[in-house]
């Protein structure tokens, strides 16, 4: 907690020495379909890991922020043309994006990317593989032999195994986990683990690098205090990897 | 909403269904319903100002008024309407904030477009990064309200321009040769009768209108779409205290009665309307 706290005076005189010493207002944003990362609660307001830590960075940072929901098949052209200033949503840091934007360390470790199907014997090499587009893992199943079925959310590949349209879905295992836990056998992980990405990064436009500065050292702040840790068991359980 | 909802589990049947119904995320869908009456409502008289402005340019006697009448309609009408939406509501996004850019920033020296990205100085980004988030969205919903205005009027204006060639020559005539101005005679004749004549092909463009609605959430707008497969998908109950499986069929299924009861009152007042026009006109629907 000090450790935030000093990284919060540190970036708040940063701040100030800036023409403009109020606080700047980010706008963040996120999809608002991938839980636990990120989702719309019901109360209608986004919710979830990255919404939680994305405020306790800002706070941080000294900026406001505030979180607009997008389409995550356009959420990165809307970045680059400033509809909003970062995103927070789950997203890998790959080589290919990092062409296009920039991302901080990752504030998610690299996990496993797994499959989920409904039968131990579904056909992952030639088999039709769910994937949601524009994902790592959509890029991963079309390499890999299978014919790849992609959806605008993570939401319709899972209901696209459970109607049979496709024979396994392949996603981020700590989004898939919380979907077999509670499907009541239904569902089950298939096959080994693909590790997959550099983790989970908040993407900013190449020209902010001020702000990706700032972001980096608060996120490097709660990792070494631990407080980063307790967000991702609070969200992920306590197998989740940590730093 | 109510008291009852406090612990959602512990109701079922229909003392479940009414917690459900109410909680905040169904307000946020019962309110997309608006926008979407709000979108219809706005658009509709502005596309058919757009479609007049069209036909009238269309037939003006001044040559270049006539080519941007007709660039107009063949421009629109030719390019695929999602094509156009994707494209134009960028173009006008980026045009807007390009000229705000040069009024306010004149000694901006950073080039605006650096590869993927379009960035203006802070000061010109419309509507401004500091913006309250109801702004962002009350801009966003105007181009897309003004997108599908220019749409719709291009098809508006090929409409009109029948309805007005329609009126009986005669007619027309008659006025001029009683000393009416061409102007009068548009204004008292054409105008008053081509109604009648416009009036199936605006029905149909209505309805074509109201279908078309779903494309507000191609332009980022949060409508019934998106709120109906929001909350249809399956739901656990680690991130929710409704949990449910995959409802998307019964919402897609609301939002089909919906269009279709929208389609249908449309289409008995606009057998009205067209009753009305037709009355006393020298055409097979006055005369009956």
């Known amino acids: 907690m000090k450790t935030i706290i000093l990284a919060a005076a540190a970036a708040l005189t940063a701040g100030a020495a800036l023409a403009d010493g109020h606080a700047q207002t980010i706008r963040m944003g996120t999809e608002g379909a991938y839980a636990p990362y990120n989702f719309i609660n019901d109360a209608g307001d986004v919710d979830g890991f990255e919404i939680e830590l994305g405020n306790m960075l800002c706070e941080a940072a000294g900026y406001t922020c505030e979180w607009v929901t997008n389409e995550w098949d356009s959420i990165i052209p809307n970045l680059t043309s400033g509809n909003y200033d970062t995103i927070m949503a789950g997203m890998s840091i790959t080589d290919e994006r990092d062409e296009v934007i920039d991302f901080t360390q990752n504030y998610f470790p690299p996990t496993e990317s797994n499959y989920v199907a409904l039968s131990e014997d579904a056909d992952l090499e030639n088999g039709v593989i769910a994937a949601q587009v524009n994902t790592i893992q959509a890029g991963y199943v079309a390499e890999s032999g299978a014919t790849l079925l992609e959806f605008a959310t993570y939401d319709e590949t899972v209901a696209a195994v459970r109607n049979g349209e496709a024979d396994a879905v392949f996603a981020d295992a700590d989004a898939l986990m919380p979907t077999v836990e509670e499907s009541g056998g239904e569902l089950m992980i298939v096959g080994e683990g693909v590790p997959l990405g550099g983790g989970v990064g908040m993407g900013v436009r190449e020209t902010d690098g001020e702000m990706r500065e700032k972001f980096d050292a608060a996120i490097t702040a709660m990792k070494e205090d631990g407080s980063l840790n307790e967000l991702i068991v609070k969200w992920f359980g306590d197998d989740a990897p940590q730093y | 909403m109510f008291e009852s909802c406090a612990d959602p589990e512990a109701l079922d049947g229909l003392a479940w269904l009414a917690c459900y119904l109410t909680t905040g995320k169904h307000f946020a869908f019962y309110g997309a319903f608006g926008t979407v009456l709000l979108l219809l409502a706005v658009t509709a008289p502005l596309a058919l100002l757009f479609g007049l402005a069209g036909a009238m340019a269309t037939r003006a006697g001044f040559a270049p008024l006539r080519w941007l009448g007709q660039g107009y309609v063949a421009l629109v009408r030719g390019v695929p309407d999602i094509a156009l939406f994707l494209f134009f509501v960028i173009a006008l996004d980026q045009g807007i904030e390009w000229i705000k850019h040069q009024a306010v920033c004149p000694d901006w020296s950073e080039p605006i477009r650096q590869g993927a990205n379009f960035l203006v100085c802070p000061q010109a980004k419309v509507p401004l990064g500091t ?45 001029l040769a009683y000393g009416m ?14 109604w009648s004549y ?23 707008v949060e409508d019934i779409v998106y709120w109906a497969r929001e909350l249809g998908a399956a739901k656990t109950p680690r991130f929710s205290d409704y949990p449910h499986p995959d409802w998307r069929m019964w919402y897609f299924a609301a939002l089909l009665v919906f269009y279709l009861a929208m389609t249908s009152v449309s289409e008995r007042v606009l057998a009205r309307l067209v009753a009305r026009f037709a009355r006393g006109q020298a055409t097979a629907g006055g005369t009956t």
């Open chain 2, 131 to 175: 913006s309250p988030q109801w702004v962002h969205e009350a801009y966003g919903f105007s181009l897309a309200v003004f997108t599908f205005a220019l749409v719709f009027g291009a098809f508006a204006a090929n409409v009109l321009l029948g309805a007005m060639k329609a009126v009986p020559r005669g007619q027309v005539e008659t006025a």
């Open chain 2, 181 to 194: 101005t061409p102007r009068q005679a548009f204004r008292r004749i054409t105008f008053r009768q081509m």
């Open chain 2, 198 to 220: 416009a009036l199936p092909g605006l029905g149909n463009l209505w309805m074509i209108l109201i279908k078309a609605t779903p494309l507000l959430f191609l332009l980022g």
